[in-house]
């Protein structure tokens, strides 16, 4: 087993109890374990890397990260969603719009995508609007594969539902239940995690992912709660994410908001990930309920995921950094869409911070990169990943700074943030391999040309069942009409 020494002109370590800028610095590691992080290592290596003008950082953390060929782009321009196929009509017969081998290349693709934007570990997602219900165990034991062959860090866990929304012929949103089928789902899902324990050694691990709260009855919430502390796994849940999901949980269960339905049935728990949280208090909303809410979920220990590019798009986020922080919710992110470019996201979730506070001093460049990195670590109640330090996983990403488009280097972390992104990512490694190296799969092998032709292709295809989907099933160049005119010739 190696013993290796790189070095860049900015390494990103771990001390007292946060991260640590050393310039001209040194990172040791050997197998998968850091030992070193600082100036003048005095052990023995077996190989040095200079990395030069870089930044070396630990992997980010994506706790909401697409595993599909993303959907939500196609509601960018247009809208509103329930029109374009965001909401199934309810006479639509519901079936697998992709077969296995087209799912299973969609999560090979949406893994690269992830490795080559730095992101090392991941909870994935996908989406449930073009199933036949729900995720199955056994394409996320597919996944668990695919995940273990490109080498990221994945907690991984198939979706299940009790209901699902959908558009009435009358333009009318409705709720479709079947909740044995969600119980089903949950057995399942419990299996899973249970079965993928050990299995693929310390890189992949188990959680459950209940859709989204409004197709969740109180009996699946319940039992997911029971689940949750057996298996004491992660459970992560979509709440508080828009007008559909406010107006069916409050017509459903009495009134109630979503933070007071996971409340009731005892899901409020640090093991908790909850992605958005941009609507608070309920479908009556006041400052109020919103202070009682985060109570609710500093005390539990609650985990938000925030998502900053994919509720940008949609014209809304969370409010606000420190009133989270001073309700005890500790911050995490998620990219939830394409591109999964992580640094465009915390640059994005600044800007949208303090123009949602009215305040420039709302939230900074590095209250992001710790979401990126220590926020998420900690919702998944790890201290040796989101962290370069002796005794931390040697998850590491390389940002390079000589790309003539990063402009000037005035402060590492803020540079980054706000003039870089994604592409600028030139070296990842997981776990001590070196899984992306100058834009390459290099631990897979892969051709990532051919991974994006391919893509490309298939969503063209996904996109023609749109108007089966669809309400009133327009064509769909009524759905998605271009941004212009368009001649062919």
């Not at 309810?90 to 969609?106: C, G, K």
């Not at 079947?178 to 310390?202: F, M, P």
């Not at 689940?227 to 017509?251: I, K, N, T, W, Y």
């Not at 790309?403 to 943030?417: C, K, L, N, Y």
Request: aromatic share 8%; net charge negative.
């Amino acid at each position: 087993m190696k013993t290796i020494k790189m070095t860049a002109r900015y390494v990103i370590g771990f001390k007292d109890g946060g991260h640590h800028i050393y310039e001209q610095g040194e990172l040791v590691y050997r197998g998968d374990s850091v030992l070193f992080v600082g100036h003048g290592y005095q052990g023995q290596v077996d190989e040095t890397q200079d990395m030069g003008n870089a930044l070396l950082g630990p992997g980010f953390i994506d706790l909401d990260a697409v595993a599909d060929l993303d959907s939500t782009v196609l509601a960018f321009d247009h809208q509103p969603g329930w029109q374009k196929g965001r909401l199934p009509a309810s006479d639509w017969q519901r079936r697998e719009t992709y077969s296995d081998a087209e799912l299973d290349f969609n999560k090979r693709y949406a893994f690269s995508q992830l490795l080559l934007n730095g992101i090392t570990t991941i909870a994935p997602i996908t989406s449930i609007l073009y199933r036949e219900w729900a995720e199955t165990a056994d394409e996320f034991r597919r996944a668990a594969d695919i995940a273990e062959s490109l080498g990221v860090r994945a907690y991984l866990g198939p979706a299940y539902m009790s209901g699902y929304g959908v558009v009435n012929p009358d333009g009318s949103l409705d709720m479709r239940f079947d909740e044995q089928r969600g119980l089903q789902g949950l057995e399942q899902a419990v299996r899973y995690v249970e079965e993928l324990q050990g299995r693929h050694g310390d890189t992949i691990r188990g959680m459950l992912a209940p859709d989204r709260i409004e197709g969740c009855t109180p009996e699946l919430l319940r039992q997911t709660a029971s689940a949750m502390r057996a298996l004491d796994c992660p459970v992560r849940l979509h709440s508080c994410q828009g007008q559909f999901e406010l107006d069916m949980v409050h017509e459903l269960h009495n009134g109630m908001s979503s933070v007071e339905l996971m409340a009731e049935n005892g899901l409020l728990d640090h093991r908790l990930l909850l992605p958005h949280l941009q609507y608070l208090g309920g479908k009556h909303s006041t400052p109020e309920k919103v202070e009682r809410e985060l109570a609710l979920l500093g005390q539990a220990g609650a985990n938000a995921v925030i998502c900053p590019i994919v509720a940008g798009r949609h014209s809304k986020y969370f409010h606000d950094v420190r009133q989270f922080r001073q309700a005890g919710i500790n911050l995490s992110l998620g990219t939830d869409t394409f591109p999964p470019d992580m640094i465009q996201n915390m640059h994005i979730g600044a800007i949208l911070s303090r123009v949602e506070s009215n305040d420039i001093t709302a939230a900074s460049a590095a209250d992001y990169y710790n979401m990126a990195t220590l926020g998420g670590a900690r919702a998944l109640g790890r201290e040796d990943i989101g962290r370069l330090c002796p005794g931390s996983r040697a998850d590491i990403m390389v940002f390079d700074f000589d790309r003539i488009h990063t402009g000037q280097v005035f402060d590492p972390i803020t540079t980054m943030v706000i003039n870089g992104n994604g592409r600028d990512i030139k070296g990842v490694i997981v776990n001590g391999d070196k899984v992306v190296w100058d834009g390459q799969l290099v631990k897979a092998g892969l051709d990532v040309q051919e991974l994006h032709h391919q893509a490309q292709r298939q969503f063209e295809r996904f996109m023609t069942s749109y108007p089966e989907r669809c309400h009133r099933h327009p064509p769909l160049a009524e759905i998605f009409p271009p941004s212009f005119p368009l001649s062919r010739p």
